[in-house]
C-alpha cells in the first residue's frame, strides 16, 4: 500500500515530495492513541524513540541528537514517558522496514517513532513515523523535513511537534521561541539586556547589550519582531525591534514623560502601550504605519498591561480605579470597562490566551504571588502556582502552557523562568544559563 | 605648488591662534562665574579641602543631596507625601529657587513587593507627587522632569520592611542647566 509523503519545509529550504512504500494500513484511525488534556490527572503516555536511521554517511551523530530532542521535548511536556532504549526487545535496522508491534506492545510502548535522516553538504533531511503500537497502526503519514544541518534543533521540534499534535489534538509548542529579558550583576546594579532562545532554553543569542534598562519584550504575532521598553534615552520609552537585523527604533507614541508595558495588536500593525502624564498612567494605541494615536483609557488611576483578545476586539488590562489592582476588559476602540476579577487580593499583568478562553494574570495576596487563569468573565479562577515572587505570564502557542518569572528574595535574590501547565501540573525551570525574567512567547515557526 | 603650500599653513596658524584664543576665555568665564563650588575651587594646593568645602558649601549638590536631603520616602503602595517628606521638599524648594541654574530629574522608585508595570506605574506616581510639590513652592515646571524606575533600581537588597522602606523612594537628582 502507498502512501504519500507529507514534506514540511524549513527556511531556507527545497521542496521535495515523495512516495514510500509502507507495511502499515495507511488508514489508521485515532484508537486508543489519544491523550485529552483537559483531562484532570493525566498518566503520561508511555512511548518508544529508537535513535533515527542515518541514511547517509556521517549523520549518524545528528540521528541520534534529533531522536533525542524529540525525546525531551515529549517528556518534558509532562504527557509523555519515554521507555528507554535499554527495554526496547527489537532493534528498528531500518527506517522502511515493518514494524514489529508484538515487542513494543511487550514493552508496553504506546507511540513509538521511527525517524532517518540524510545529511547532503549543509541539507538536512529528516523523516518520521508515528505508530500507534495496541492499534498496530501508523497515526497518520509519514513527514519529511528539509533544512540545513545548523538548524537540527528545529527538525527534531517539529517531528514532537507532529507527534503531541496527533495524539492530543492540540497544536504543539516546541518549534517555538522565546524573547525574555537576560539578567547579571549585583541585586542594586542589575544588568539587563534582551535576549532570545528556544523554547526549551537552547539557541540563546543577545539582541541588545547591557548599557541600559531593559523590560517587558513583547513578540510580534509573526514572531519577526519584538516592542520593549528601553530606558536608553533616560527616560521609559518603547522601542521596536527586527528579530533577525536587530536593527531597533524608538516608536513614535503620543507625547508623554514615559512609554512603557507595549504590546501588538494581533494584526502587528497596532501598539498598546501605558503612557503616564503628570503621575496619571492611561492606555493609548499607536498605529505603526499612520503614526496615529488614540487615547483608551482616561481615568485618573493607573491602567496598564493592556493585552489584546485574539479577535483584536476587545483589551484586557490593570486598573486600580477601585483602590487595588484588578483585570478589566473593554472595547479594542475604549470605551466603559467591565471588571472580570473580584477575588481577595490584587490582580495583575493580565494575557489573553491564544486560544481566547481563558485570561492569565498575577496574583498577589497575604505576600504570595501566584501565576493563576480564570475565565474571560472572572469565573472558574485557578491558581497555578505559589511563590514569594511570581508574575508576568505569557502563553506557550497552544494555549496549554504558561512561561513566567519566578524570583527569589533576600540580598541573592535572582529571577529565572519557569513553565507551567494550564492544569497547574509539570511545574519546570527553563534554562536559561543566567538570570532571566519577563519571558515573551512567540508563535509555532513556520 | 608653492604657493598653495604656503596658503595652507598660513590658514593653519590662523586656526591655531583662533583655538587658542577661545581655550583662554573659557577658565576665564567659568573661574568669573563661581557656580562649579568644588569645581572652582580646585586649584592647586587645595588637597584635602576640597571635598570638605563642597559638603558644607551650601550652594553645592554635595550639600543639597546630605544636608537638604535629596530624597523622600513612601508608605507600601502610596504617593501621599508624609509630613517629613514635605519638610525635605520645603528645603529642596528653597535651595532650588536660590540656586536656579540647576535642573532637576526626579526618580520615583518601588519596592520589589509588586508586578513590573504597576511598579513603574507607582514610581510615576511618587515623582509626580515631587514635582506638584516643588511646583506649589515656587520651582519652575519648566526646570522638573520625572522618570520612574519601578522597582529597577533598589539601593537596599534585603527582602523586608528595613530595605522596602528604603526603597519606596522618590529622589530628586540635580545637573547644572547646560544652558546658563
Known amino acids: ?446 | 605648488m608653492n604657493t598653495a603650500h604656503i596658503k595652507k599653513a598660513v590658514t593653519a596658524v590662523i586656526l591655531v591662534a583662533a583655538l587658542g584664543l577661545s581655550a583662554c576665555t573659557r577658565p576665564d568665564r567659568l573661574a568669573g562665574g563661581a557656580a562649579g563650588g568644588d569645581g572652582g575651587m580646585g586649584g592647586p594646593g587645595g588637597i584635602g579641602a576640597t571635598g570638605l568645602d563642597g559638603a558644607s558649601d551650601p550652594r553645592s549638590p554635595q550639600y543639597f543631596s546630605q544636608t537638604v536631603g535629596d530624597r523622600v520616602l513612601f508608605q507600601v503602595d502610596q504617593s501621599t507625601l508624609t509630613a517629613q517628606g514635605m519638610e525635605t521638599l520645603n528645603g529642596q524648594a528653597q535651595w532650588l529657587l536660590t540656586n536656579s541654574d540647576y535642573l532637576v530629574v526626579i526618580e520615583g522608585h518601588a519596592d520589589e513587593q509588586g508586578t513590573r508595570e504597576y511598579n513603574v506605574a507607582l514610581g510615576a506616581r511618587r515623582a509626580n507627587a515631587v514635582r506638584e510639590y516643588l511646583v506649589s513652592r515656587g520651582v519652575p515646571a519648566s526646570r522638573l522632569r520625572t522618570v520612574s524606575y519601578g522597582k529597577e533600581r533598589p539601593i537596599a537588597v534585603c527582602s523586608d520592611e528595613s530595605c522596602y522602606s528604603l526603597n519606596r523612594r522618590a529622589v530628586t537628582v540635580i545637573s547644572i542647566s547646560a544652558g546658563s
Not at chain 1, 61 to 78: F, W
Not at chain 1, 198 to 226: K, M
Open chain 1, 1 to 446: 500500500m502507498m502512501t504519500r509523503f507529507l514534506t514540511l519545509l524549513l527556511a531556507p529550504l527545497m521542496v521535495l515530495l515523495l512516495g514510500l512504500a509502507l507495511a502499515a494500513p495507511a488508514q489508521a484511525q485515532s484508537g486508543p492513541l489519544r491523550i485529552t488534556i483537559t483531562d484532570g490527572v493525566i498518566e503520561p503516555l508511555p512511548f518508544a524513540v529508537p535513535d533515527f536511521q542515518a541514511e547517509t554517511a556521517g549523520a549518524e551523530q545528528l540521528a541520534r541528537d534529533i531522536a533525542r530532542v524529540v525525546a525531551e521535548d515529549l517528556t518534558g511536556s509532562g504527557l509523555f514517558r519515554e521507555i528507554p532504549a535499554q527495554a526496547f526487545i527489537s532493534q528498528v535496522a531500518s527506517f522502511a522496514q515493518p514494524v514489529a508491534y508484538p515487542d513494543w506492545r511487550a514493552i508496553n510502548a504506546q507511540a513509538l517513532i521511527t525517524g532517518a535522516v540524510a545529511v547532503n553538504g549543509n541539507q538536512l533531511t529528516v523523516k518520521f513515523r508515528l505508530y500507534d503500537v495496541f492499534s498496530g497502526a501508523e497515526l497518520g503519514e509519514g513527514l519529511q523535513f528539509v533544512g540545513t544541518t545548523s538548524g537540527w534543533r528545529r527538525m527534531g521540534h517539529k517531528v514532537a511537534d507532529a507527534a503531541y499534535s496527533r495524539i492530543t489534538g492540540e497544536g504543539g509548542y516546541f518549534d517555538s521561541r522565546v524573547v525574555y529579558v537576560a539578567e547579571s550583576g549585583p541585586k542594586d546594579n542589575r544588568l539587563k539586556r534582551l535576549a532570545i532562545m528556544d523554547y526549551d532554553g537552547a539557541n540563546i543569542q543577545y539582541l541588545t547589550d547591557s548599557g541600559s534598562i531593559v523590560l517587558a519584550p513583547r513578540f510580534s504575532p509573526s514572531g519577526d519582531r519584538v516592542l520593549y521598553t528601553s530606558y536608553e534615552s533616560g527616560f521609559p520609552r518603547i522601542n521596536l525591534l527586527d528579530v533577525n537585523t536587530v536593527g531597533r527604533q524608538q516608536i513614535t507614541t503620543e507625547a508623554g514623560e514615559m512609554a512603557f508595558s507595549p504590546r501588538f495588536s494581533r494584526d502587528g500593525r497596532q501598539v498598546i502601550y501605558s503612557l503616564a502624564n503628570g503621575g496619571n498612567v492611561d492606555i493609548y494605541r499607536t498605529d505603526l504605519a499612520t503614526g496615529q494615536h488614540q487615547r483608551l483609557t482616561s481615568a485618573p488611576s493607573i491602567e496598564t498591561a493592556p493585552s489584546f483578545s485574539p479577535d483584536g476586539s476587545q483589551i484586557v488590562f490593570e486598573s486600580d480605579r477601585s483602590g487595588t489592582q484588578q483585570i478589566y476588559i473593554m472595547p479594542a476602540g475604549g470605551g466603559e470597562p467591565r471588571r472580570v476579577s473580584f477575588g481577595e487580593g490584587r490582580y495583575a499583568s493580565p494575557v489573553w490566551s491564544p486560544r481566547g478562553d481563558l485570561i492569565a494574570f498575577t496574583k498577589q495576596q497575604a505576600g504570595r504571588f501566584h501565576i493563576g487563569v480564570m475565565r474571560t468573565d472572572g469565573s472558574e479562577e485557578r491558581l497555578l502556582t505559589a511563590s514569594s515572587l511570581d508574575e508576568s505570564p505569557t502563553w506557550a502557542p497552544n494555549g496549554r502552557v504558561l512561561m513566567f518569572t519566578r524570583e527569589t528574595l533576600g540580598a541573592g535574590g535572582a529571577p529565572a523562568l519557569y513553565s507551567v501547565d494550564v492544569s497547574g501540573r509539570n511545574l519546570r525551570q527553563v534554562p536559561t544559563g543566567s538570570m532571566a525574567s519577563d519571558a515573551s512567547w512567540g508563535p509555532l515557526q513556520p
